[in-house]
């Protein structure tokens, strides 16, 4: 098959219906089968670049978070913290990655290296745990785009948010490292 022959929105449309299909939405749906769902749809998005990727919201937690009990913060925080986990799986990449940003965007933090973090460099694993937070601030800010998304913009500096924001980077951050931020 040419796949030159189909649209991105073909394209898109036909990913959307194979997810879907796999899904197999008749019936009722568990609280694994909602998380899968929602947390391979967030990926997906975010692989393709395209935060109009279809979704059916109700069965989305980060849409009602009530399907899990979640306040939405809980849920966009536990989205967040999931895809993380699952996408940041080498320190060495992501090392890479934050010293290229501090490079790129000026931003002062000292030079990063997997043995300084493993070590406990408290300067190498600040800036390790900085970059993480603007990588949450990024993806927090796809989250607001997203159509139907439960995300109350209005009360993001508020104490629910921002220790959610914290506990999220240094679960993120034990996860990446295999061990826990030092104190």
Known sequence: MN???FSTDECIDD????IWIHFNPEGTWTDDLIVCYTENWFSKSMEINLIDAPIHQEFSYVHH????GLSP???VFRMLREMMQKEFDDLQNIVNAGNAMNGDLELGYPFMT????????EHECHTLLENLKI???????TLENIDGVKFPLENRTGPECRNLFDETAFVVYEA????????
């Open 15 to 18: 990913l959307t219906k194979n």
């Open 3 to 5: 796949n030159s022959c």
């Open 176 to 183: 990446v490292v295999g061990k826990s931020y030092p104190q």
């Open 135 to 141: 990588e949450m601030e990024n993806l927090l800010g």
């Open 73 to 75: 913060f809980e849920a």
């Open 114 to 121: 997997v043995n300084g973090i493993l070590d406990g460099n």
């Open 65 to 68: 978070p009530e399907l899990l």
